[in-house]
């Protein structure tokens, strides 16, 4: 009897320790989903893009023809899905009331191409290692719903609260010092300085600008923001209302 006793407890403290291994990785795996997911509506937003177009003046300041602006987008995006196999773009230069329009040119010149095939291939990177993610978090999420259900609303809770607290850091540090935040993102992710543009010589430069990138830099922040909010305040609430239950 002792020794069935003995087994009983060391499986129990096992599979105690096993729930609190699956509930961290739980709440580390689902705001790296809600963030890669965040990045990738916003990439991918061609709305977003046209609108930009035309705040920041791209079609004057790039020598692009106006009417082929919206190819170039769809070409953009498709590029960064991958979708399409490479990155030299066609477009026609004019004016928009010009008389004589130019046949379609490459747009981006070969430093331009080779920094957007870097930009494409961490994309595709962090939205693999997103499906990826989802995949250990609904083992962990059935393996906790058949164990713990309030270890789930406890992964998510602290998971999500953690986060936004460090996407706040980050945001905060974007939003009173971007131009050296933003090279130190380049920095880090990127091996080489192809990502430093020349006005007079890169379009890329003029199509996404500084004014492009804090505007997407924001919608990203809200996208990803949002979910965990309520995530954080839903699983709060059945937190606080539980232990209210124990109390009593």
Not at 38 to 54: L, R, S
Request: proline share 3%; aromatic share 12%; hydrophobic share 55%.
């Amino acid at each position: 009897m002792a020794r069935e006793w003995t087994q009983s407890s060391c499986g129990g403290m096992d599979l105690n320790k096993t729930i609190k291994i699956v509930a961290v990785l739980l709440g580390i795996l689902f705001p790296v989903i809600i963030f890669i997911s965040g990045i990738e509506v916003a990439v991918f937003d061609k709305a977003f893009y046209m609108d930009q177009m035309w705040k920041n003046q791209v079609t004057e300041n790039t020598g692009i023809y106006p009417p082929d602006m919206e190819l170039v987008v769809d070409e953009i995006i498709s590029y960064l899905k991958g979708d399409r196999q490479d990155f030299d773009i066609k477009a026609r230069l004019a004016r928009e009331n010009a008389k004589n329009v130019v046949d379609s040119v490459s747009i981006f010149n070969d430093k331009e191409i080779t920094h957007m095939d870097d930009v494409r291939d961490l994309l595709l990177f962090f939205l693999g290692l997103r499906d990826a993610a989802l995949i250990l978090a609904l083992i962990a999420f059935l393996m906790l719903l058949k164990y713990d259900h309030q270890a789930i609303i406890k992964a998510l809770f602290y998971g999500s609260a953690t986060f936004m607290v460090v996407l706040l850091i980050v945001g905060a540090s974007f939003i009173f010092n971007f131009n050296n935040t933003f090279i130190l993102f380049h920095q880090l992710f990127f091996a080489n300085d192809l990502w430093i543009m020349d006005p007079s010589t890169d379009r890329l430069i003029w199509i996404v600008p500084e004014p492009f990138f804090f505007a997407m830099i924001g919608r990203m922040v809200i996208y990803i923001l949002v979910p965990l909010g309520l995530t954080t305040l839903g699983s709060g609430l059945v937190l606080i209302n539980e232990k209210k239950k124990y109390i009593k």
